[in-house]
């Protein structure tokens, strides 16, 4: 079992990933204001988003793979390293040596091919897109391709820092990146237009790679270009490969078809969806994928330690925290999403309309907000027990959800057809993942389960009538503008938060404990 001193480390190392992401999420935001302002939701900003898909489409092909693969097999490399006497430091550096060469050489090949074939590419994920706008998504997706190897060169790097509990940088990442973004938009945008952001995609993604060599630097860690295929560490990772490809492509593969599905709708759905998902994760952002940091190396450690005890532990406490922070936030957005999206993006060239139609989709997307956490919380356990082959036999079976509710309720029902088929198929996963955890790890304990959705969800529901009650009374007295929308929101916000917590402590629920832990770990940091 981690010891006190480990599972502070994990904490606070949760805290500061947290901090860093919020600041990175914030400016992303901004970001996305920016882009909202200066484009809206039109035609131009659908071809830079099915362009900007083609390249994540590459990546997940091996970037993610071998990201969510290296990070536990150097984690055990630097474990035995340190409680061995005669542990090899340089093991995981020549790991790591094989791993970038490896990918960013393939990954190369891949774009070059796929800059040499982009229209025809394009026609097949934007059927939707004729003329100028299929000739300019072919364009913007030739210069962003160049992106690839840098991500991917980002993501290994960072993986090999988090591996060695170093997680500044990598959450530092989305600052730079975010900011001259921003600034392409601003400065360049109005003269270039989106191939301004195409530029500064590869600008920015530069900046990423650059913040992940501080961390390799420090830990000196020499890496050198290397072909050793017989490594026993990248043997490790390899293993995991496979299945962990094509679970990332079909992840990707259901954006692929949504946008392709939305081009068909009409124009503006695909930059709708885009703007709607970027409000519903930003919740994932902020917690999920900060405890998620953390949590990863201990659940390496946890697994190669064989203690399920503690496996079983850290895999509850992370749901938990994922249902009692997530499940309010889905209330607030299902009451809140019209006012919410013309407070963030209706500036500019955002009209009414175009908040309309990414209010829709943010009412259809809210059920997901907590799936998406909780799959993600199962899914890494499962890698780390190196269980990666059932997790993508559930992606298989969610993306055909997820494909045939686009054709179905997409193509009929629109944009909200479109939402509805991904929340869907994030639901099955969480679902089927968990049982799995826990039937064939034991990793999860499948009985308490849900008596804690059942009470962080009762809660939630109060909570959400409560919320949509002072809704209902402010409304008609506010009309539009950015202080109106703040004066609406803030108090259906605090009253939906403030009912939700005295219903946990009206059950005696455990997760209302959640608060209270995290400020003692943050008054006791102070005191040391």
């Known amino acids: 079992m981690l010891n006190v001193k ?3 480390g994990i904490a606070q190392a949760a805290a500061l990933v947290t901090g860093l992401t919020a600041l990175s999420a914030v400016l992303g935001f901004l970001r996305d204001v920016v882009i909202a302002g200066v484009f809206g939701a039109g035609a131009q900003l659908d071809a830079f988003l099915v362009a900007q898909g083609l390249m994540n489409l590459v990546l997940a092909m091996i970037a993610g793979a071998m990201a969510k693969a290296t990070v536990p097999v150097l984690a055990a490399q630097n474990s035995a390293a340190q409680n061995s006497t005669e542990g090899d430091s340089n093991k995981a550096a020549h790991t790591l040596s094989v791993v970038l060469t490896v990918t960013l050489l393939v990954l190369g090949l891949g774009s070059l091919i796929m800059a040499l074939v982009a229209s025809s590419v394009v026609t097949v994920l934007a059927p939707g897109f004729k003329g100028a706008q299929a000739e300019l998504a072919a364009s913007l997706t030739r210069i962003v391709l160049i992106a690839t190897v840098l991500i991917s060169g980002t993501n290994l790097l960072a993986a090999a820092a988090e591996a060695h509990r170093r997680f500044f940088w990598s959450a530092m990442q989305g600052v730079p990146f975010n900011l001259i973004m921003i600034v392409a938009a601003v400065v360049f945008g109005p003269r270039y237009g989106v191939y301004a952001l195409a530029v500064g995609f590869v600008v920015g993604s530069g900046a990423r790679l650059l913040c992940q060599l501080v961390p390799i630097h420090a830990l000196r860690l020499r890496l050198r270009a290397s072909w050793d295929l017989k490594d026993p560490g990248f043997r490790s ?14 992840g990707n593969a259901n954006t692929m078809v949504d946008r392709a599905v939305g081009s068909m709708v009409g124009e503006g759905t695909i930059s709708a969806r885009s703007y709607a998902w970027r409000i519903i994760s930003l919740g994932q952002t902020l917690l999920v994928a900060s405890l998620l940091t953390a949590l990863y190396p201990a659940f390496g450690a946890a697994a190669g330690s064989r203690d399920l005890q503690e496996m079983r532990r850290l895999v509850g406490r992370g749901l938990s925290t994922v249902a009692t922070v997530l499940m309010p936030v889905w209330g607030f957005l299902m009451v809140c999403s019209v006012p919410l999206v ?36 199962v899914v890494r356990a499962s890698y780390a027990l190196g269980d990666s082959r059932r997790p993508v036999t559930v992606f298989i079976m969610a993306m ?10 997409g193509l009929t029902f629109g944009i909200a057809g479109i939402a509805a088929s991904t929340s869907l198929s994030v639901f099955f996963a969480a679902v089927a993942n968990t049982v799995l955890l826990g039937r064939r790890h034991d990793a999860v304990d499948l009985r308490s389960l849900p008596l804690m959705v059942g ?7 109060v909570g959400t009538a409560a919320g949509a009650g002072v809704y209902w009374l402010l409304d008609p007295h506010l009309g539009t503008g950015l202080v109106n929308e703040i004066l609406l929101l803030v108090p259906v916000g605090l009253t939906l938060v403030a009912v939700f917590i005295g219903v946990l402590y009206a059950l005696r629920a455990p997760e209302r404990r959640l608060l209270g832990e995290a400020i003692d770990v943050v008054v006791a940091r102070r005191r040391r």
């Open 6 to 8: 480990a599972r502070s």
């Open 342 to 377: 013309a407070l963030v993006f209706e500036h500019g060239s955002f009209t009414p309309s175009d908040t309309q139609h990414t209010a829709t989709a943010i009412l259809w997307y809210a059920p997901a907000l907590l799936a998406l956490g909780w799959r993600e919380m």
């Open 400 to 409: 055909t959800i997820n494909v045939v509710g686009d054709f179905t309720l």
């Open 455 to 461: 009470r962080t969800g009762a809660a939630a529901a």
């Open 237 to 250: 990772i390899a293993k995991l490969i496979p299945p962990l490809l094509v679970g990332s492509a079909l």
